[in-house]
């Protein structure tokens, strides 16, 4: 598309080489680079876009930026204005009412930019601006001489701009020092492809995509796009914005950087100029651009739709922590008590607002669970509302639980106002199903023993069947954090656990990290599938309390299977229905996750 | 949030109420209302938000709308330019290049905007504006006829204002008729929350977010919001694209009107004005909520991350159709070649490129399946980048499924560059895994018989069991949709199927759509987890071919139980094997979508 975009633009042969800097119409007329950077730093290329050029007035945005960092914005502002003039750039004008150029896109206020820019000695000043765009470039930029002595030998405008201004109160210092600085930063070598990167850097909030170096602090990124939006395009800002609606800068050079914040970055080259100073096929190829891909900032035509939310109820996801079929109907009768609200992009005002709102008129919510594990940075409003939302249904008795990465603030945030913080959904389901079956009673200390006769996976056995097993159990009890067997290992018994509790885990690829598959509690069985294989164990268990098991040895097993056909029959008859039932229960948890 | 913006901003008392149309006088000067409007038509809304006020210049950007709907983009170009000026609104000037005023926020401008509404006299013309604003309003406003009889008394200005424009060239019609219409246009009344309510319909790409009406059409909105930002707010527009940094338009009467593309309009009213002309407190409350919100039409500090894409492969998602154990084996194994990438937002050139990059550079998919079931509205550059996605990877022999609703034209454009579409994501996995299935043989015609021995369900019996269970068995034959067992029915026999495939469909809530659950092939069995509790059929089956089953009745099951319990034994433990087989397929799909 790159490639379309360029060769028909080329068609565009009206224009003009910038001659007013000798040095610059040595510049070949024909040449026509475009980069574009995604904020991913990845960099498409077409045509001259490695052809080196004088960066000139697209540099003004940039050593604006470095300004701000070095004086803040009241500081800038008071020595720059912000409005957009009529007036042609190179014009001898401040705002009389004020004594400030009147932005930092006109020659007057590029200079006065360039003089704020701190440092001794202009050796040192245009150091730290050659390094401040090299940051913005991902590359270090270097000073093209000839065109620099070209500038010097032909600066008058821009003395007799200083001066002037001096004369005004706007401008201090050494008006020659001052000039030096700003005509070297013109003069610094780039190319389409560094224009790309270095307004990409702008788009992503002052960070390099490329290279990951942070160019410019965020809170200054916004105003340097406002001035690009409103004077960066000399006397054509309005049409600008309503034909292509992006912030850009041009130069007499013929380099253009637009910057279309949060999503990319694109540099164009091309030397010949229109009669406003801008280069001819580089703007029909942002015109093109911003309508073939839809890049106008205000653009309106395409909505982007609610922000992505997904609301998911207890009934139909569970935590992995293994049930009893009595917990299982009350989970699948009220688990719709339990609401889990997933966010699925990053957290804005907007989202948050929808959110709230959601989170708030959903009357049968009980336990919300705000799943914000997808989301990696918020704003400040965006955690105003949601920590107001906690601390609301605080006040209804309503406890709100928040999965998010421990080092997201908004999770302290949210934990100070009473939320229950989690690093994961699965502990948040497994909170939230204790809250709701354990809900008006006080949950006994769990150390009462579980009989066989109430085993989940023996229920429908008949006592018969049962007392022939019971004489073959074995009891075993394991400490906390003790292995009861590792994966790999030949499977040799079936466990049943009378009291306490154990977790199922699985290495990861590195051997180290451990991931949970279940929890397994009294009353449940763990290690039954290899009854019905043998073969080894795919998992480990490892008790997390006191546990205490009766395990009946696959040995045992075979000879009940000779001596007692119909107990084995019923033991597998109950293994294979409270199977299904699990099957059932992740089949409903399956469609849910997929709509 | 609302609330203590506008309790911060009523500190201020700063500011005079117009008195220039005497009427405007009357206004009570500390009135001062906020409104918030939602895309999904959610108003927030906060002190005199329904107290009325002549509408003024805010009227100006939505007649401008109606004007380029009666026109058209260039029609209308033709006669009213984009540019900002440093003059006063009420300036009489006109562009002396091209006779045109310089943009429609002034009032030049807008009196040529007015001029260009289609309709046969003063009545008509302005019942057209009454109606367009009532439109982007949501109901119906009316006309303040002291208001009107002021502006008409004391409109000077304006008719000098219009003779001049008509000696330049610049208006045609009768002066008298065009400023009847204007002054009418200026004097209906709104009020904060009717503002923001305009606004976000302008937001929402023209269509009212509270009554669904379209008020414009979508392509006008993005030039409308365009002079907004660069026009609206007189000669203040540079500081505020630096401040607040989103579109607005004010009037003298102390409204704002401030749309913020696909996010929310906002509308406030208070009538002491700066010396600029505009709302003192409106000012300040746009501030503050464009810092606490975040609002910044360019703000970097909070980057959205990159696009919503998961990408998931068939190794861990599968399809309903119940597979044998051989063709488990090798999904898990190369289920990897199948890759789905799914859409979470809708599409745009940004996400297109992204989701393209991803597409073409993983190298192990041979089967891509792009979902975009989530997916509402695409733009023609995501559309061209798809189409060529598709085209491109048919260029390397691979092929491309796409998943969306048959609406989406941009499935059609895919199709017919040989993508395979489909309506779910279960139909194009099956697709898939059956292109893996059967890579590189040509899949015998299934009227081959699967034999008792090799059915998925009896696996690992001994050759003596299956003997005892063979005389047992009733073939049945099923035509193509015929209904082999229904929900609710009292479940009496197990099937196996030995040839053609049916359907495990559950009836939807309303009794007459159904949802496939299931798709079982000859090899497998269905019907089966009534051998396990007895109890009614949850679910219908019905024949998707001509089907050849074997049933085992459940009273055969019991008498055998008795007469061989060792042979029921094995059964039940294949059963539970092939149930805990496919337990772990559905918990390995639930952690990859979770993820």
Redesign the interface.
Not at 81 to 86: F, S, W
Not at 202 to 206: D, M
Not at 376 to 382: G, I, L, M, P, S
């Given at each position: 598309?790159l490639s379309q975009v360029h060769e028909v633009c080329s068609q565009r042969t009206d224009g003009e080489v910038a001659t007013y800097i000798p040095q610059l119409a040595y510049a070949p007329p024909e040449a026509f680079g475009i980069g574009l950077a995604?904020?991913?730093g990845?960099v498409y290329e077409t045509g001259d876009s490695r052809l080196g050029f004088s960066i000139q007035s697209v540099s003004k945005p940039f050593v604006y930026a470095l300004a701000l960092a070095d004086h803040g914005l009241e500081g800038v502002l008071q020595r720059i204005?912000?409005?957009?003039?009529?007036d042609p750039f190179n014009s001898i004008t401040v705002d009389e009412e004020t004594a400030r150029p009147f932005?930092p896109m006109v020659n007057a206020g590029a200079i006065v930019a360039a003089s704020l820019v701190k440092g001794t000695g202009v050796e040192e000043k245009f150091e730290r601006i050659r390094n401040a765009l090299s940051a913005f470039a991902g590359r270090e930029l270097t000073l093209d001489e000839r065109v620099y002595n070209s500038e010097n030998e032909t600066g008058d405008r821009n003395r007799a701009i200083a001066y002037f201004m001096r004369t005004m109160g706007a401008l201090e210092g050494d008006v020659d020092e001052v000039l030096e600085v700003y005509f070297k930063q013109c003069s610094l070598l780039v190319t389409a492809r560094d224009l790309a990167v270095m307004s990409a850097t702008?788009?992503?909030?002052?960070r390099n995509p490329v290279t990951g170096e942070v160019a410019i602090e965020?809170?200054h990124?916004?105003?340097v796009?406002?001035?690009m939006?409103?004077?960066g395009m000399y006397?054509y800002?309005?049409?600008w914005?309503?034909r292509v609606?992006l912030?850009a800068k041009s130069g007499v050079s013929g380099g253009i950087a637009v910057a279309l914040?949060?999503?990319?970055g694109i540099g164009l080259y091309s030397p010949r100029l229109d009669r406003r100073g801008n280069s001819v096929r580089g703007i029909a190829a942002c015109e093109e651009l911003s309508q073939?891909?839809?890049?106008?900032?205000?653009?309106?035509?395409?909505?982007?739709?609610?922000p992505?939310l997904r609301r998911r109820t207890g009934a139909d996801i569970r935590s992995k922590r293994v049930r009893s079929a009595a917990q299982l109907d009350t989970l699948t009768e009220s688990g719709s008590r339990i609401v889990v609200f997933e966010l699925?992009?990053?957290q804005?005002?907007?989202t948050a607002?929808?959110l709230m709102?959601k989170v708030l008129s959903d009357n049968g919510c009980q336990w919300a669970v705000i799943d914000l594990h997808?989301v990696?940075?918020?704003?400040?409003?965006?955690a105003?509302?949601l920590t107001d939302l906690v601390r609301q249904r605080g006040s209804e008795g309503k406890v709100t639980a928040v999965i998010a990465s421990p080092e997201l603030t908004l999770r302290e945030l949210m934990e100070s106002e009473g939320a229950v913080g989690f690093d994961d959904?699965d502990e948040a389901l497994e909170w939230a199903e204790n809250e709701l079956l354990t809900e008006g009673e006080h949950p006994s200390e769990s150390t009462a023993s579980v009989p066989l006769a109430e085993q989940e996976l023996l229920a429908g056995m008949t006592e018969e069947a049962l007392g022939a097993i019971a004489p073959l159990l074995v009891e075993t009890t394991f400490k906390p954090r003790e292995i009861v067997f590792d994966e790999g290992e030949e499977a040799d018994a079936i466990y049943f656990i009378s009291s306490g509790e154990a977790a199922v885990v699985l290495s990861g690829d590195d051997g180290r990290r451990w991931t949970r598959?279940a929890t397994v509690a009294a009353g449940s069985a763990f290690g039954d599938?290899a009854a019905?294989?043998g073969g080894t164990r795919s998992s480990r268990v490892v008790a997390d309390t006191e546990m205490v098991t009766q395990s009946l040895m696959l040995t045992d097993l075979a000879a009940l299977?000779v001596s007692r056909?119909?107990v084995?029959?019923q033991l597998?008859?109950a293994?294979?229905?409270t199977?299904?039932e699990?099957?059932r229960s992740?089949?409903r948890?399956?469609s849910a996750?997929?709509d």
């Open positions: 598309m995604t904020l991913d990845h204005g912000v409005e957009p003039t009529g932005n702008l788009s992503n909030g002052g965020p809170e990124v916004s105003r796009l406002a001035v939006s409103t004077c006397d800002a309005g049409e914005m309503y609606g912030p914040s949060q999503r990319l073939r891909l839809g890049l106008h900032v205000l653009r309106a035509d395409a909505s982007t739709g609610p992505a699925l992009s990053d804005t005002f907007l607002e929808t709102r997808r990696t940075q918020t704003d400040t409003a965006a105003r509302l959904l598959l599938l019905l294989d299977r056909p119909d084995v029959g597998y008859q293994m294979a229905r199977l299904a699990r099957l992740a089949n948890e399956i996750l997929r």
